[in-house]
């Protein structure tokens, strides 16, 4: 059974930093895309960042580029995201996926 189940989520100010975790079991995530969603209050679930099997290649939304970095730990079967220079807009519930698994979800806000 695939669990994924994501961490690090809390209250930032605006500007600041945290980083999330991603970690899998049940399927080891190199082998496979995976992506960060997140869904704020009263909007849809949108990509955030996304990274390809076995490489780096990674994607990005636009609102998100040169901020956020997404990355993976195959020893540690996780897969990271870095969030930098948060803003109040980056609230929300942030979601790890791999095809049809989801998370929980972690909360993210930012706000002073």
């Known amino acids: 059974q695939v669990q994924l189940v994501e961490s690090g989520g809390g209250l930032v100010q605006p500007g600041g930093s945290l980083r999330l975790s991603c970690a899998a079991s049940?399927?080891?995530?190199?082998?496979?895309?995976i992506a960060w969603y997140r869904q704020a209050p009263g909007k849809e679930r949108e990509l955030v960042a996304a990274?390809?099997?076995?490489?780096?290649?990674?994607h990005y939304a636009d609102s998100v580029k040169g901020r956020f970095t997404i990355s993976r730990d195959s020893a540690k079967n996780t897969v990271y995201l870095q969030m930098n220079s948060l803003k109040p807009e980056d609230t929300a519930v942030y979601y790890c996926?791999?095809?049809?698994?989801w998370g929980k979800g972690t909360l993210v806000t930012v706000s002073s």
């Open positions: 996926n791999r095809g049809n698994d």
């Open positions: 049940g399927v080891t995530l190199s082998s496979y895309a």
């Open positions: 990274i390809i099997r076995y490489g780096s290649s990674t």
